[in-house]
C-alpha cells in the first residue's frame, strides 16, 4: 500500500464497537503513511466517543449538532418531523467537517443511520471513495417492531420512500443494512457476504475480510471453574431501546433478578452488562449489579457468560469462555431465527435452569468441552478464511483501494 502514502481516511462512528473495530485497520494503514480521523457523531448518537478514541491514540472530531448535544438514545425517540430536521441541517455541518479533512475514503460501521447516510451522500458529492465495515451479526430477517405506532411508521416510510429518493433526499429513505451508498462492503463471514450480495446497491463490491475487532480477542483465555470469583456475566439485548418488544425487556430485568439472587445464594458473583444503548438504570432498580466495561475486559475474568444475541457470542468463543443462552423466557418466538443454534449454545428457559447448566459446568472437563465446540463453531462461521490478525490488513486494502 505504498501508494497510498499521504493519503487521509475519515472513519464515521456513532459508537465505542466501531472505534475498536477501526482501530486495528487504522493502525494498519499507518504503518503505510495514511492518515486516519475518526469523525465522532456523539452529539446525536450520544457516548463519550472521543475518550474512546483518546485510548487507542487516534485524532477525532466531533460533528456539531446546532441546538446542542442529545442524549444517549433520544435521536430516534423523537418526533419523525425534529429527526428529518435533524438530518437536514447537519448536511451542511457534515459537509464543513469533510471539507476540512479533505478525506479519500470514508469508512463506517452502519450505512442505514440516517447521519451515516448523510455522510456517505456528500463523502460521495466528493468523489470520496465509500467503505462499510460490517458490524454486527446479520440475518435475512430482522425482527419486527412490536409496538402499533411503531408498525405503521414502517409501513409510511416504505410508502414514502420512493417519493423521497425521487425529490433528492435518499437520506430519509427506508433501507437495510448494506444499501447504503458505499463503493465496498467489508463482511466478516461467508454467510454475510452471500446476504449482502443479494442486498447491495448495484455496483458494490461484497469481499469477505473478516473481522479486525476479535483480533485481540484470540488471545484471551476465560476463567477456568474453581477460581477465586467463578463470575457470570450475562450480556443484554436492547428491545427497549430498538422498540423491538417490550414485553421481552421486561423478561430480561426479571431473569437477570432471579438469576441474581439464585447465584448470589451459591456463591457466584452476578454481573449484568447492559448493552451500550441501553439506560443501565432499569437494572440497577431491579436490585442489580451493572458494569460498564468493553466485552472483552469482562470475558477475561468470566467463568461463563450469558449472552442471547450479540456479536459477544463470537468474542466469548475466541476468548475461550462458554456461554449458555437465555431462549424464549426472554426472546420469545419470534426471535427463534436470530438465535444461536442450541446444539452448540444451550438455551435455557428458566433462572432454575440457568442455574442446573451453571452446576453441570463446574465440571472442568464439561466447561473445556464446551468451551471447545463453541470456538469451533466460530473459527468455522467467522475466521477459518480470514483470521482476525489479518483482516484489518484485508479491510485497509479495500479502502486504498487495492483488490
Known amino acids: 500500500m505504498s501508494t497510498a502514502n499521504g493519503m487521509h481516511v475519515a472513519f464515521v462512528c456513532s459508537n465505542a464497537t466501531h472505534i475498536h473495530t477501526f482501530a486495528p485497520v487504522i493502525a ?56 428529518w430536521r435533524d438530518v437536514l441541517v447537519a448536511r451542511r455541518d457534515v459537509a464543513a467537517v469533510l471539507d476540512e479533512i479533505s478525506p479519500a475514503a470514508v469508512v463506517v460501521g452502519n450505512d442505514f443511520g440516517l447521519m451515516e447516510k448523510v455522510t456517505l451522500r456528500v463523502a460521495r458529492q466528493r468523489g470520496a471513495r465509500r467503505v462499510l465495515v460490517q458490524d454486527g451479526r446479520l440475518t435475512a430477517r430482522r425482527p419486527r417492531e412490536d409496538e402499533p405506532t411503531r408498525r405503521l411508521l414502517r409501513l409510511a416510510k416504505s410508502v414514502l420512500s420512493p417519493a423521497l429518493r425521487l425529490l433528492g433526499l435518499p437520506e430519509l429513505a427506508a433501507s437495510e443494512y448494506g444499501q447504503g451508498d458505499v463503493d465496498v462492503i467489508c463482511v466478516t463471514s461467508r454467510d454475510s457476504q452471500l446476504l449482502l450480495r443479494q442486498r447491495a446497491r448495484k455496483g458494490t463490491h461484497v469481499v469477505l475480510t473478516g473481522q479486525p475487532r476479535y483480533a485481540s480477542a484470540t488471545h484471551g483465555r476465560g476463567a477456568s471453574p474453581g477460581t477465586e470469583d467463578n463470575l457470570v456475566t450475562m450480556f443484554t439485548t ?16 426479571r431473569l437477570a433478578a432471579d438469576l441474581s439472587e439464585r447465584l448470589s445464594a451459591a456463591r457466584v458473583t452476578f454481573l449484568v452488562k447492559p448493552h451500550p444503548r441501553e439506560d443501565a438504570a432499569a437494572y440497577r432498580s431491579a436490585g442489580l449489579t451493572t458494569v460498564d466495561e468493553m466485552p472483552a475486559a469482562l470475558l477475561a475474568r468470566s467463568w461463563v457468560a450469558i449472552v442471547g444475541i450479540s456479536t459477544v457470542i463470537e468474542e466469548a468463543a475466541l476468548a475461550g469462555v462458554p456461554l449458555i443462552v437465555p431462549g424464549r423466557v426472554v426472546h420469545g418466538s419470534r426471535f427463534d431465527h436470530q438465535m444461536p443454534p442450541a446444539d452448540i449454545y444451550p438455551w435455557f428457559e428458566s433462572s432454575a435452569e440457568a442455574c442446573e447448566l451453571l452446576d453441570g459446568l463446574r465440571d472442568p472437563s464439561a466447561w473445556q468441552r464446551l468451551a471447545e465446540r463453541q470456538r469451533a463453531s466460530v473459527l468455522g462461521e467467522l475466521v477459518a478464511t480470514v483470521p482476525p490478525d489479518l483482516a484489518a490488513a484485508a479491510v485497509a486494502a479495500q479502502i486504498v483501494g487495492r483488490r
Open 28 to 83: 494498519k494503514l499507518s504503518e503505510s503513511g495514511v492518515h486516519s480521523t475518526l469523525l465522532s457523531l456523539e452529539e446525536y448518537y450520544g457516548g463519550d466517543l472521543g475518550a474512546v478514541a483518546a485510548a487507542h491514540g487516534v485524532r477525532a472530531v466531533m460533528v456539531r449538532r446546532r441546538s446542542g448535544p442529545l442524549v444517549p438514545n433520544a435521536f430516534y425517540a423523537r418526533s419523525v418531523s425534529a429527526i
Open 238 to 253: 436492547p428491545f427497549a431501546v430498538d422498540r423491538l418488544s417490550k414485553e421481552s425487556q421486561h423478561r430480561q430485568v
